[in-house]
């Protein structure tokens, strides 16, 4: 079992619905959480932290976590061709600030 | 605020050449990351310094990788041979400690023929 696992994608939706990624990790321990987003050729950016279980909000996105099932997700409403990218799941393992990404969902916002 | 710097962009070798790569991180970050992305992947950590004290290397192939953060700022990582496997983008990031996020550098596309 992988430690942290993305569906590859690529996950299609239209311009203007909400597009839901998951990430499902192994680590009961693990206590940060951060979804970074990579671009063709670029590197990853950050855009959200999440450490508690719930929800966290920031602009069109959501981040939402559930330590019991080792689950969190991102949401992005309202999404826009300029979302489109690679979403990068990161989960903090074996103590410290040891990140473990997934490799990622592939998002495409069509028009 | 100044973001993660690295250079080179690009690196192409021949296999069995070395190569090195430069981080400086953003200023104040005490933990500096090396990273490689293979295509289709995530980044793997190589490994960590909390300044200038290496924190994890459990993932760094020490046989043919070494890595220094002198004065606990700016930070080399060499490959020496390097296998046509390196090919691979080399990230650095920083944090301000062991416990916060994390902030990628443009990072160094190594292609080894």
């Known amino acids: 079992q992988k430690e942290v696992e993305q569906n590859s994608g690529p996950l299609s939706v239209p311009e203007g619905a909400i597009a839901s990624l998951n990430c499902t990790y192994s680590?009961?321990?693990?206590?940060?959480f951060f979804w970074y987003r990579q671009y063709s050729g670029k590197s990853p950016e950050l855009i959200m932290s999440?450490?508690?279980?719930g929800d966290k909000e920031d602009g069109r996105f959501t981040a939402q976590l559930n330590k019991a099932s080792q689950y969190v997700s991102l949401l992005i409403r309202d999404s826009q061709p300029s979302d489109s990218a690679t979403y990068l799941c990161?989960?903090?393992?074996?103590?410290?600030?040891?990140?473990?990404f997934g490799t990622g969902t592939q998002l495409k916002v069509e028009l | 605020e100044a973001g993660v710097a690295q250079s080179p962009r690009y690196k192409i070798i021949e296999k069995r050449q070395s190569v090195a790569f430069w981080c400086n991180p953003i200023?104040?970050?005490?933990?500096l990351y090396w990273y490689q992305q293979i295509l289709g992947q995530g980044p793997k950590l190589l490994i960590q310094?909390?300044?200038?004290?290496?924190?994890?290397d459990s993932q760094l192939p020490k046989d043919r990788f070494s890595a220094e953060r002198l004065k606990g700022v700016d930070s080399t990582l060499k490959i020496q041979p390097a296998k046509l496997e390196d090919s691979a983008v080399y990230l650095c990031?920083?944090?301000?400690?062991?416990?916060?996020?994390?902030?990628f550098g443009p990072g160094t596309r190594l292609t080894v023929l």
């Open positions: 990031a920083s944090s301000r400690s062991n416990y916060n996020e994390q902030f």
């Open positions: 680590d009961r321990v693990s206590q940060s």
């Open positions: 999440i450490y508690s279980n």
């Open positions: 990161a989960v903090n393992t074996g103590g410290g600030n040891k990140l473990t």
């Open positions: 200023s104040g970050h005490a933990t």
């Open positions: 310094f909390q300044n200038n004290g290496v924190v994890d």
